[in-house]
């Protein structure tokens, strides 16, 4: 199957402090997809992407579709405690089909 | 609106029992999926579908069927139970309209196979 490898795996930072991770395929993708997922929840959507190159934002949250079509970026800004999770990059090239990174936990210190 | 809605949220089974997992859409999307999340892994595609009538297999779709009769429902079948089988699964439906395929999820099904 398709491998996406997305990094880091964990994070560890202080409230207030920024975040980022990225997400890279072995093949181009036409719509990149981040997510958020909570214990016991299904992955909720954050930001869809469509474009090479395109930046996007969600309040605090702004993601990049890569300029190679084969990476994506999620930034959080000044993160707060309920940015806590698992956040998911997901990408696919035909809209049908969507592979999965292994996800990059995040836990925000008070 | 429900969304993507999904029961049972848990199941135990025994190997060799057979049981369907239900998932239903109440946003009138054509693409729906059918996912596994394992411990450490990301959500792995077992199978999928682009309209009624219309699936086809994703990445891990031995042991699992499915069929699409209406554009709502999308049910997934264990026919064997085995315990490699124990995971969570998730439904997920997309629109296909203009090239934007923004996938939804549902809340999950915990199956434990002993």
């Known amino acids: 199957g398709q491998q996406l490898n997305q990094s880091p795996q964990s994070m560890f930072i202080q409230e207030g402090e920024d975040v980022s991770m990225n997400c890279t395929s072995s093949?181009?993708?036409?719509?990149w997809l981040w997510y958020k997922q909570d214990p016991g929840e299904g992955p909720v959507l954050l930001i869809a992407?469509?474009?090479?190159?395109e930046l996007t934002s969600n309040g605090r949250l702004t993601a990049q579709f890569g300029i190679t079509r084969k990476d994506s970026f999620l930034n959080i800004s000044a993160s707060i405690p309920s940015d806590v999770g698992i956040y998911f990059c997901?990408?696919?090239?035909?809209?049908?089909?969507?592979?999965f990174g292994t996800g990059t936990s995040l836990t925000v210190i008070p | 609106n429900a969304g993507v809605t999904q029961t049972p949220k848990f199941q135990v089974l025994k190997t060799g029992q057979s049981m369907t997992l239900q998932c239903a859409q109440d946003?009138?999307?054509?693409?729906m999926s059918w996912y596994r999340q394992d411990p450490g892994m990301g959500l792995r595609l077992i199978h999928y579908?682009?309209?009624?009538?219309?699936?086809d297999q994703g990445e891990v779709p031995n042991g699992y069927n499915v069929s699409r009769s209406t554009t709502e429902d999308f049910p997934l079948r264990l026919l064997s139970a085995a315990p490699s089988q124990t995971s969570v699964y998730f439904c997920?439906?997309?629109?296909?309209?203009?090239?934007?395929?923004?996938?939804?999820f549902g809340p999950g099904t915990r199956l434990t196979v002993t």
């Open positions: 579908s682009v309209g009624a009538g219309i699936t």
């Open positions: 946003m009138n999307h054509e693409y």
């Open positions: 093949s181009i993708f036409n719509t």
């Open positions: 997901a990408g696919s090239a035909t809209g049908n089909q969507f592979y």
């Open positions: 997920a439906s997309s629109r296909s309209s203009g090239g934007y395929y923004e996938q939804y």
């Open positions: 992407l469509y474009k090479a190159g």
